[in-house]
């Protein structure tokens, strides 16, 4: 398929060709979902925890008399039942992690790259390049082409351009090897380069 593409200062820059197996697939939420629950998970640092009963500072003095109180048993104020007590079988530091077959992962990309084409989010680039790393001329750039919360993805990331970038809240830039279907999803328009449409198209056959 054919997409028009513009340079930076909204002028016409030709044309590409999409690959059809990238970007002309039929989205499907189900697979999308599953990757970036994936991702998600493996980013969760799973750092949470509590105290146990054998963690609480507490006396392990027996509280009162076993029997001749009328009321219930007990050896310690660290049971759970009681307020302050340890916790039973509370969260304990673990990873959330799951496993996710390559040849899925690249499913997810290939789906969420033709979801952005579907929706019209999907803009080309001639290059993201820059001459001087200047952030004002760039967020001019980006608020003259309506670009909202826009993702910037190169083969491989001008380093003038990536710095005026740098203090743009609206504005990610991210070279080819780390696009991943959550970044792409969460913005509101997908900004590809020549270059970039090359690299992932490469990295996704």
Known sequence: MKADAIKLDGKAAGSV???EAIFGLEPRVDILHRVVRWQRNNAQQGTHKVKTRSEVSYSTK???RQKGTGGARHGARSAPIFRKGGIYKGPTPR???HELTKKFRKLGLRHALSAKQAAGEL?????AAMKDAKTNALAKAVNALGWKRALVIDAAVNEDFA?????IETLDVLPSMGA???DILRSDTLVLTKAGVEALEARLK
């Open 62 to 64: 027996k509280i009162y």
């Open 17 to 19: 060709d999409l690959d």
């Open 163 to 167: 710095r005026a970038a740098r203090n």
């Open 123 to 127: 803009v080309i680039l001639d290059e």
């Open 95 to 97: 990873s959330h992690g």
């Open 180 to 182: 991943n279907v959550y």
